[in-house]
């Protein structure tokens, strides 16, 4: 009689030896830039998990805390909306020499996969708050704009954007001279439909960009905002035919068994 026990160290080295042979899925690309009045930044610290991303640091005039992102690539093909979200704090530090700067925050992953059938339909949304504290100048004012935008590309290009008009765009401003928080209300634009064939790959990205013009003597001014860039997978023709017809499939079960079970009178 074989004592198979003898055999399995050598069933496991074989077994781990297979897995390590095997296949994985390659992980996507998965990155932030900022930029800072158009010039990108070294200093930023970036860390990635799975889908998950953090990042913070600070820029010329600016820094960051408690920056992050998330996705659900690759998603639940034929089944799922595709999404792609970002949140951070945004902090000036240049209050008190007073000016106008602009900070851009591109967050971006690729190898999206887009699932056969329609036109994926892509939109965003985006909503936060500023807040403003006083400085040294009482009669300080400070204007603050701000925009999102969600693309899709479908060359799979990471941070990459298609033309203008080809994606939502939302906007927002708000305008504050006194101490206190004012919420940042976003307008959404019209959602697109991209043309992705089935089994294509395709990269979200999303772009959030803050101008503060701030009088010298300013208080630092801070803004908190999250987004998301949405692609909607629709649902498979065949598969809302298949749900539509099973109650007419209940019924004529439910009268099959019945006139079976009718008893016959002689």
Same mark, same amino acid.
């Given at each position: 009689?074989?004592?198979?026990?003898?055999? =399995?160290?050598?069933? %496991? +080295?074989?077994?781990? %030896? %297979?897995?390590?042979?095997?296949?994985?899925?390659?992980?996507?690309?998965?990155?932030?830039?900022?930029?800072?009045?158009? #010039?990108?930044?070294? &200093?930023?610290?970036?860390? *990635?998990?799975?889908?998950?991303?953090?990042?913070?640091?600070?820029?010329?005039?600016?820094?960051?805390?408690?920056?992050?992102?998330?996705?659900?690539?690759?998603?639940?093909?034929?089944?799922?909306?595709?999404? /792609?979200? *970002?949140?951070?704090?945004?902090?000036?530090?240049?209050?008190?020499?007073?000016?106008?700067? $602009?900070?851009?925050?591109? =967050?971006?992953?690729?190898?999206?996969?887009?699932?056969?059938?329609?036109?994926?339909?892509?939109?965003?949304?985006?909503?936060?708050?500023?807040?403003?504290?006083?400085?040294?100048?009482?009669?300080?004012?400070?204007? +603050?704009?701000?925009?999102?935008?969600?693309?899709?590309?479908?060359?799979?290009?990471?941070?990459?954007?298609?033309?203008?008009?080809?994606?939502?765009?939302?906007? %927002?401003?708000?305008?504050?001279?006194?101490?206190?928080?004012?919420? =940042?209300?976003?307008?959404?634009?019209?959602?697109?439909?991209?043309? #992705?064939? &089935?089994?294509?790959?395709?990269?979200?990205?999303?772009?959030?960009?803050?101008?503060?013009?701030?009088?010298?003597?300013?208080?630092?001014? $801070?803004?908190?905002?999250?987004?998301?860039?949405?692609?909607?997978?629709? @649902?498979?023709?065949? =598969?809302? /035919?298949?749900?539509?017809?099973?109650?007419? #499939?209940? #019924?004529? @079960?439910?009268? !099959?068994? !019945? !006139?079976?079970?009718?008893?016959?009178?002689?």
């Amino acid at each position: 009689m074989i004592r198979f026990n003898r055999f =399995l160290p050598l069933a %496991a +080295i074989l077994m781990g %030896a %297979a897995i390590l042979a095997s296949p994985t899925q390659a992980n996507a690309g998965y990155s932030v830039n900022v930029y800072d009045d158009n #010039v990108l930044q070294g &200093g930023i610290l970036v860390g *990635t998990l799975g889908n998950s991303l953090v990042f913070n640091g600070t820029t010329t005039h600016f820094s960051i805390t408690n920056g992050s992102g998330l996705s659900n690539n690759p998603g639940t093909q034929g089944g799922s909306n595709l999404d /792609l979200s *970002t949140n951070e704090q945004i902090n000036t530090t240049f209050g008190a020499a007073g000016g106008t700067h $602009t900070i851009r925050i591109e =967050l971006s992953q690729d190898g999206w996969t887009a699932p056969a059938g329609s036109p994926l339909n892509l939109s965003s949304s985006a909503g936060g708050s500023t807040a403003y504290l006083v400085g040294t100048n009482l009669s300080a004012t400070q204007t +603050i704009s701000a925009t999102y935008q969600g693309f899709l590309d479908n060359t799979n290009l990471l941070f990459g954007k298609p033309g203008a008009g080809s994606t939502p765009l939302q906007t %927002a401003s708000s305008t504050q001279s006194a101490v206190g928080t004012t919420p =940042l209300v976003f307008t959404p634009g019209t959602a697109v439909n991209p043309l #992705v064939p &089935g089994g294509t790959p395709f990269s979200l990205t999303d772009v959030i960009e803050f101008t503060f013009a701030m009088s010298a003597g300013s208080g630092q001014a $801070t803004a908190n905002v999250s987004g998301s860039t949405v692609a909607s997978v629709p @649902a498979p023709a065949g =598969l809302v /035919l298949a749900l539509s017809g099973l109650p007419c #499939v209940g #019924v004529g @079960a439910w009268m !099959r068994r !019945r !006139r079976q079970t009718v008893p016959t009178t002689v």
